[in-house]
């Protein structure tokens, strides 16, 4: 299955914050976030900023991979396929699903490689319009 991506504008960060934080308002003004709570930690996806508390623990470079969506809940292998051309290319991901799609992050210095690599299996990629 041939997929199409779009590469979100920004860099974006993993924050892990203390359980039972509260979340500072920065988070919500992002363009894209993503927050998941576990009896174990509290991890949140948000565009990367520098002001921000020494204590919270982070991530840095991240870019974003879109898969277009929305998908359908009986396709099956998705995720597997697109991380299988990233292992093959050696590049750490991280993944995120959503009711209607899924997100690859990989890290800003494997992006054009990354890119390069979806390209070569067919795959269609183009990068976020500004609004």
Known sequence: MLINFIVLRGKYSIYKFKNGSVLPDWIYSSDFY?????????????????????????????????????????????????????KENKIPIFTISTYETDYILVKQKDLSFGMKALRAKGHQISTELKS
């Open 34 to 86: 993503s927050v998941t709570k576990t009896k174990d930690e509290l991890s949140v996806i948000a565009l990367q900023t520098e002001f921000i508390s020494e204590d919270i623990v982070r991530s840095n470079d991240w870019r974003i991979f879109k898969i277009e969506g929305p998908l359908d809940f009986s396709l099956v292998g998705i995720i597997a396929d697109v991380a299988s051309i990233f």
